[in-house]
T-cell receptor
Framework: AQSVTQPDIHITVSEGASLELRCNYSYGATPYLFWYVQSPGQGLQLLLKYFSGDTLVQGIKGFEAEFKRSQSSFNLRKPSVHWSDAAEYFCAVGASYNTDKLIFGTGTRLQVFP | DVKVTQSSRYLVKRTGEKVFLECVQDMDHENMFWYRQDPGLGLRLIYFSYDVKMKEKGDIPEGYSVSREKKERFSLILESASTNQTSMYLC??????????FGDGTRLSIL
């Protein structure tokens, strides 16, 4: 069965530091992968997606993610974090035959110190 | 921009009441979804719909039903609300391989 694991429940970084949020998935075929961000009291906003092609994908707000098939990972990165990046981040996987249905990880809460 | 609108941001109801949560999308998407979000559990799919009057159960459909009479509108119904249905409810729409777009959520409290 498909599953998504975000091993870090909570991460704290200083403003200006680099960031990497981990995501591991379990799926037999080529997955469709997504990262969403949720600010407090808001819905989810799509940061980036991977369907095929280049394994390094660029998203909004300066985020990028790299698909590594051998590690079943899709980690999210940002070279320099801003205080406004404090939020909860969700990784999701969609089945390649039905991309519209998603399985979400449990989320990673990012706290940013000035 | 895609707009998914949920009718209420906050809602307080009593146990046993029938509760309706409404969701409207403006992008002519085929698919619509209802999720429930609880701390530590992420998002769990309650129901989804891939066409008007068509629906499929998600992972946690018990105690819920849905209605999709028009393409742009997808309603979640709590037939007899219980305290364990206190949660954040998120609606999303998508289609044609495009990512899901989410509404701002309804925080529902059942007293």
């Amino acid at each position: 069965a498909q599953s998504v694991t975000q091993p870090d429940i909570h991460i704290t970084v200083s403003e200006g530091a680099s960031l990497e949020l981990r995501c591991n998935y379990s799926y037999g075929a080529t997955p469709y992968l997504f990262w969403y961000v949720q600010s407090p009291g808001q819905g989810l906003q799509l940061l980036l997606k991977y369907f095929s092609g280049d394994t390094l994908v660029q998203g909004i707000k300066g985020f990028e993610a790299e698909f590594k098939r051998s590690q079943s990972s899709f980690n999210l990165r940002k070279p320099s974090v801003h205080w406004s990046d404090a939020a909860e981040y969700f990784c999701a996987v969609g089945a390649s035959y039905n991309t519209d249905k998603l399985i979400f990880g449990t989320g990673t809460r990012l706290q940013v110190f000035p | 921009d895609v707009k998914v609108t949920q009718s209420s941001r906050y809602l307080v109801k009593r146990t046993g009441e029938k509760v309706f949560l409404e969701c409207v999308q403006d992008m002519d998407h085929e698919n619509m979804f209802w999720y429930r979000q609880d701390p530590g559990l992420g998002l769990r799919l309650i129901y989804f719909s891939y066409d008007v009057k068509m629906k499929e159960k998600g992972d946690i459909p018990e105690g819920y039903s849905v209605s999709r009479e028009k393409k742009e509108r997808f309603s979640l119904i709590l037939e007899s609300a219980s305290t364990n249905q206190t949660s954040m409810y998120l609606c999303a729409s998508g289609g044609g391989g495009q990512p899901q777009h989410f509404g701002d959520g309804t925080r529902l409290s059942i007293l």
